[in-house]
């Protein structure tokens, strides 16, 4: 009936169990049921490996050597969900069950790779798939998308309210986004540098200079398919015009949105302008950035239109 259902119903098949992290206690109970109680002692030194901010980890699986061919938990997934981590915890579970589902046939001992590792970066294609499994995802996509030709966040919320109250909104953007057959952009824009400040700052300074101010960029961008057939984007770390929706958004509160329209020809990056083209742009503050989506309003290869429109109708 929901996505946490269908959950339920995969880790059982998989004999899979999830240990969630949310403060020391449960790294107490983990180490005391597992490693104590039944001799599973990779699980006394899995917390070092979760507090290492330089190479975050955000779940890992683990096979019980001690476990018999038919107990439930031969899988044990750990997910932290402590601070910020607890934003990815539905997409963390989800690129576990990847992991069962794939790479784990005989691993006993836990493999951590960088997120950039092509296993990794694969589990996560088919965590954003299987987690948002077509028969419940769909049909809660098109009633709340109402025949909308643009995404817009209203929409994305409603897919969460409807069928997956545990996601995240951003891994349910993506969702969306994937099934949209128009371009759509994801953005992320936050403080940064131009790539010979970055290689300059890299470089130690013997006088103890002060590190340039950074610069609002769009330090992520994704597209959706029909973006990448169409051409439709803007380079990652192209400097977010003054006049953007998405520049405003920076300044004002946390979790605050917005929306307009504009030209894309405004993002400007050493002397050299995007295709003139108007724009439907989304965004929230975050925080310490902004997350936007970025569409056109026009074909490729159009001007843009001088009248108003009604862009979300």
Not at 17 to 31: A, G, H, K, M, V
Request: charged residues 30%; hydrophobic residues 40%.
């Amino acid at each position: 009936n929901d996505i946490d259902a269908l959950e339920s119903l995969v880790t059982g098949r998989l004999q899979m169990t999830f240990e969630e992290i949310r403060s020391d206690e449960d790294w107490d109970r983990l180490t005391e049921v597992y490693a104590r109680r039944k001799k599973e002692f990779v699980f006394a030194g899995l917390r070092t490996r979760f507090d290492d901010d330089d190479n975050l980890t955000y779940g890992a699986l683990v096979q019980r050597r001690n476990a018999g061919a038919d107990d439930p938990d031969r899988f044990v997934a750990v997910i932290d969900c402590r601070g910020f981590k607890l934003a990815r915890r539905f997409f963390t579970r989800w690129h576990e069950i990847a992991h069962r589902l794939t790479t784990h046939a005989d691993m006993p001992e836990p493999v951590f790779r960088s997120e950039h590792d092509p296993i990794e970066r694969l589990m996560d294609e088919i965590a954003g798939h299987v987690g948002f499994y077509e028969p419940i995802f769909d049909p809660a996509y098109q009633q709340c998308r109402q025949g909308k030709r643009h995404l817009i966040f209203g929409t994305v919320q409603g897919v969460i309210d409807a069928a997956f109250t545990t996601a995240s909104f951003q891994a349910t953007l993506f969702a969306c986004s994937r099934r949209l057959p128009t371009p759509v952009l994801y953005l992320e824009a936050a403080l940064a540098h131009k790539k010979e400040v970055k290689r300059r700052m890299a470089t130690p300074s013997l006088f103890g200079d002060d590190l340039p101010p950074g610069e609002l960029r769009a330090v992520k961008v994704i597209p959706n398919n029909a973006a990448q057939e169409d051409g439709f984007y803007v380079p990652t770390n192209m400097r977010v015009p003054g006049g953007s929706v998405i520049h405003n958004l920076f300044a004002a509160e946390p979790l605050t949105d917005a929306e307009g329209q504009e030209c894309l020809s405004q993002w400007e990056s050493q002397g050299k302008t995007l295709p003139k083209r108007a724009v439907v742009v989304e965004g929230r503050n975050v925080g310490d950035r902004v997350i936007a989506i970025v569409q056109p309003v026009e074909e490729r290869g159009k001007t843009m239109r001088r009248e108003s429109s009604d862009l979300f109708a």
